[in-house]
């Protein structure tokens, strides 16, 4: 006779996956949360945006029968609002009413993290930023994080009744449910409070992403990349060759993008991009508190460096000791040849 036990994991739990432009497709980390969310309970899915047909078959690939959209009505609603932080959290605030969501899950953008702490303060939720897993223990829902720029693992367990998780790229490997669902589409009605448009944006301007003209990932959500440092001299065509070998995204040190080599944007560290690849290559990197703050959070760290003593080896799980200008083509040839 088949066990009748609810699973402790999953009984009686609505978690609420809030999607980041479904207009456009579901992005890596949307898929990563709906993994995880599979396994914490009920999971609809919360969007402001409209999502494409695509993002709705996918959403059913991956077992979500319920897609909740907000629409920003009232006399000052236009197509701003729905970027304004006390906006988008007063819509997540109506979600989690409607839906009675015990936990929100949202990726770990700059926008999600400030929204998610505008919702946990209004239901009165606990909540956790960044967490690299998320599950169910003894004492309510445990978000395991890093701290202390990646010196410190951390258990963090949500002992109120809703949690507000906002989770890291590349947590998880991403994977459809087993059985694909037929997605049913709701509505719901946002009036934005005074309090939420106090705050009156006067403009708006979407800059390309820098990596949209060579087809890699996004700096942040990268399963790979390969960062170059002051050791490149300037010359970061053997790291672009070996991140597009690899399909992997471009970062730079502070050192580099000071001296112009590079752009901001592909600055990792405490003052740029955090990250948490599957794999990080560091090539003529010496490995500064400020660069290691901002990577150390990686699955598997390969550093190039033709100094045997450089600070970077001490974190590293594999060191090459050796030219970068040399050692990044070998590589790149070899990834190619293996994948033929």
Known sequence: MADSTPDPTTAGRTVLVVLDRPDRGLRSPARELLTIARDLGEVTAFAIAEPSQDALAELGAYGVGHVLVADIVGDSADAHLAHLTPVAAEALVAAVASTGADVVLLSSSFLNREVGAHLAHAIGA?????????????????????????????????????????????????????????????????????????????????????????????????????????????????????????????????????????????????????????????????????????MQASGVIIAVNNDPDSPIFEIADFGVVGDLAEVLPQAAQAIRAHRG
Do not use: M
């Open 126 to 294: 606990g909540l956790v930023l960044d967490t690299s897993a998320v599950s169910v223990g003894e004492q309510g829902l445990v978000g395991d994080k890093r701290v202390f720029a990646g010196s410190w693992d951390v258990s963090c367990a949500v002992t109120t009744a809703a949690a507000v998780v906002t989770v890291r790229a590349n947590a998880v490997v991403a994977a459809p449910a087993a059985e694909p669902v037929v997605v049913q589409v709701d509505r719901i009605d946002i009036h934005p409070s005074a309090a939420a448009t106090a705050t009156v944006l006067v403009s708006r301007t979407e800059h390309a992403q820098p990596e949209g003209g060579s087809g890699r990932p996004a700096l942040a959500e990268a399963a790979y990349v390969v960062a170059g440092g002051r050791g490149t001299l300037g010359d970061f065509a053997p790291v672009e060759d070996l991140a597009d070998a690899l399909g992997a995204a471009v970062g730079a040190t502070r050192d580099a993008v000071d001296e112009g080599w590079v752009t901001h944007d592909a600055q990792i560290g405490q003052t740029g991009v955090t990250i948490a690849p599957r794999v990080y290559i560091g090539a003529g990197i010496s490995g500064a508190p400020h660069h290691r703050g901002g």
